[in-house]
Nanobody, 120 residues
Framework: QVQLVESGGGLVQDGGSLRLSCAAS????????MGWYRQAPGKQRELVAI???????NYADSVKGRFTIPRDSAKNTVDLQMNALKPEDTGVYYC??????????????WGQGTQVTVSS
């Protein structure tokens, strides 16, 4: 019953910025973490950034210092602020949530993905 809706992808020039947004809805007794993964053509899906309920964050080495992951727990949303974008950041970005849809149940949910393209 949990759904993730992503927005904000698009085309941007090298060095530009984009902000992705993800809104979670449905039965969520407790959200443990939310974050973003990405997948470039011909490559494996990789973790970009994740934030846990207590506020701690983890970032991929390739995006540290350039990306941040603001979260509004009251609204069940998580954003990905991307600055100083590089062509190698190009890919499909997926929102992710780990939550308890009910007591004693833990599930992972994924958004459908949003395309980010960075031109040289």
């Amino acid at each position: 019953q949990v759904q993730l809706v992503e927005s904000g992808g698009g085309l941007v020039q090298d060095g530009g910025s984009l902000r992705l947004s993800c809104a979670a809805s449905g039965s969520m007794f407790r959200i443990n973490s939310m974050g973003w993964y990405r997948q470039a053509p011909g490559k494996q899906r990789e973790l970009v950034a994740i934030i846990i309920s207590g506020g701690s964050t983890n970032y991929a080495d390739s995006v540290k210092g350039r990306f941040t992951i603001p979260r509004d727990s009251a609204k069940n949303t998580v954003d990905l602020q991307m600055n100083a974008l590089k062509p190698e950041d190009t890919g499909v970005y997926y929102c992710y949530v780990n939550c308890m849809p009910s007591i004693a149940t833990i599930r992972n949910y994924w958004g459908q993905g949003t395309q980010v393209t960075v031109s040289s």
